[in-house]
């Protein structure tokens, strides 16, 4: 198990990390490997499935052997004397086979219960990653409303220079502050809104809530796709679950075959006999041994019979949920690749408008120069080019986003 889910591992970490730098792809595969380590959700289910094994020696069981004991009241006379108690035993035993069905069936009922603890640790794996790419999101954005503040503060400096020659008026200056303390407001509920996912990170690593993430300083757009096999959906493990589910009916009829079949019983009765008194032959006082043979015959066995339509009947609706839930993954996987076409496609518009806003930025600035500066153009211009930012740090983290969540489905 140690050995798949350091497979499992890999794959995803070296699939939606490849374009990363090193040192941050492994600040993150760190915090994967602890979540996949102490996550309670992946250690319930392996103790689910570790239950579920030991089932297998709990069937591997005979039914219990009866053993009686027998008084006579009124002890029956017979030729060799008096029978005075009788001891019974009895063995009944399955059907050839029967056992091994049975362990074949909760075996397989095993294996599907294993499904779910590969699935939840691709889920943990694709929660933590964009738990993380929320956060440096959220990061990025603080860091960039900070730039954009101190941008502000140089403008209002040259407002204030500009009003006491008169070529800006004092409510210009007003307006730049207001600017400042807008984004200042946005800052502070950024700070709280990394906190409260910083909070949400923890607990999927089991930890407590205020432990400090750290996240990477910058993430570039990569400059081409990573492949992508849609042929591997048919082998997620939502889909094999449902494969190995259709497994364990199959060994369920196989049992239910086998308890259909006649069970054989071996027994032995001892009865003590008494000598009769003043008579004397060889078989005087011979106690009675007697061993015995008996089947058990299921000869109504509609009970079986139901129990075999019933089984049709479960493989009909396992093999309807698994295209079902086929159709559910397709359409993921489908939406999950154009949403990141999209934002391949409006990080090159933000890239393309900060550089026009920049341009722009930099003609006020010359017209300062000659002394004609317009302070609600600069704020119009500001507004834009943080804007322009704030949809370039979304769409890098959309992408990223969307890539964890086609590696959760094709990988």
């Known amino acids: ?66 053993f009686s004991v027998g008084y006579f009241v009124s002890e029956p006379e017979t030729r060799t004397g008096a029978q005075r108690f009788k001891v019974s035993a009895k063995q009944m035993l399955p059907w050839f086979g029967t056992i091994t069905s049975r362990e074949n069936y909760v075996s397989s009922l095993a294996d599907a219960k294993y499904e779910d603890i590969v699935i939840a640790k691709r889920k943990l794996m694709a929660s933590v990653s964009q738990s993380y790419y929320n956060l440096y999101a959220n990061k990025a954005k603080q860091e960039v409303l900070t730039e954009n503040i101190k941008l502000l503060e140089t403008y209002e400096t040259l407002a204030i220079t500009s009003v006491e020659v008169d070529k800006a008026s004092a409510v210009d200056v007003l307006r730049l502050q207001m600017r400042q303390n807008e984004m200042q407001q946005l800052k502070d509920v950024l700070s709280q809104q990394f906190l409260a996912e910083q909070t949400n990170l923890n607990k999927l690593l089991n930890r407590e809530n205020d432990i400090a993430v750290t996240v990477v300083e910058s993430l570039m757009m990569p400059s081409e796709d990573f492949e992508i096999n849609s042929e591997n959906l048919a082998l997620h493990p939502e889909l094999l679950k449902y494969d190995k589910l259709y497994q364990s009916i199959e060994q369920s009829e196989l049992l239910n075959q086998k308890e259909s079949s006649p069970m054989i019983g071996f027994g032995l009765d001892y009865i003590n006999v008494s000598e009769r008194p003043d008579m004397n032959f060889s078989d005087n006082g011979k106690d009675i041994v007697m061993p015995m043979v008996s089947v058990s015959i299921p000869i109504f066995n509609k009970k079986y019979k139901s129990q075999t339509k019933q089984n049709e009947l479960e493989q009909q609706e396992i093999t309807a949920q698994k295209q079902e839930r086929l159709n559910t993954l397709e359409t993921l996987l489908s939406k999950a690749i154009n949403e990141r076409i999209s934002a391949r496609i409006s990080y090159a518009t933000q890239t393309k408008n900060l550089k026009q806003a920049k341009d722009a930025e930099d003609i006020l600035i010359k017209s300062y120069e000659t002394g004609t500066i317009d302070f609600n153009d600069v704020l119009d211009i500001q507004e834009l080019q943080l804007k322009f930012q704030m949809n370039q740090i979304e769409s890098v983290k959309t992408y990223y986003v969307q890539s964890t969540i086609i590696n959760y489905l094709i990988q």
């Open 1 to 66: 198990m140690k050995q798949i889910k350091s497979y499992i591992k890999t794959v995803f970490i070296l699939c939606s990390l490849f374009f990363v730098l090193k040192g941050n792809a492994q600040q993150l595969e760190v915090l994967i490997d602890e979540a996949l380590t102490n996550n309670p959700e992946i250690q319930k289910f392996e103790l689910q499935y570790k239950r579920a094994s030991e089932k297998v020696n709990e069937v591997n069981t005979i039914p219990n052997t009866e």
